[in-house]
């Protein structure tokens, strides 16, 4: 079994950076990919983050590029999202994701492991 523990969210006002925390623990042998999503109320869940563990590719949903930065420390098993420059739509639950065959890292399907989230408000 694997195990993803995230922190790091806040209420913020508009304009403001929040740094998340996932932290991986258990049977993590084989797994490919790290990723973030979130999901508003009424919303899907939608990706906003991805990291192969090799390091080969790095995936931004179009909302968060040049605002947000994803970076793992193997290491330690964890995953960052640094999000900067916060705007309110960007207020939802984000949700730290793991699986070991991922392909698109924007989809939630492709993921088996998931943390319980941790929520983001931004203010206006």
């Known amino acids: 079994q694997v195990q993803l523990v995230e922190s790091g969210g806040g209420s913020v006002q508009a304009g403001g950076s929040l740094r998340l925390s996932c932290v991986v623990s258990?049977?993590?042998?084989?797994?490919?990919?790290m990723a973030w999503f979130r999901q508003a109320p009424g919303k899907e869940r939608e990706g906003v983050a991805g990291?192969?563990?090799?390091?080969?590719?790095?995936y931004y949903a179009d909302s968060v590029k040049g605002r947000f930065t994803i970076s793992q420390d193997n290491v330690k098993k964890a995953v960052y999202l640094q999000m900067n420059t916060l705007k309110p739509e960007d207020t939802a639950m984000y949700y730290c994701?793991?699986?070991?065959?991922?392909?698109?890292?924007?989809?939630?399907?492709?993921?088996?492991?998931w943390g319980q989230g941790t929520q983001v408000n931004v203010s206006s």
């Open positions: 994701a793991t699986g070991a065959y991922v392909v698109e890292p924007g989809l939630a399907s492709e993921y088996n492991y």
């Open positions: 258990g049977y993590t042998r084989g797994l490919n990919c």
């Open positions: 990291i192969f563990v090799d390091g080969s590719r790095i």
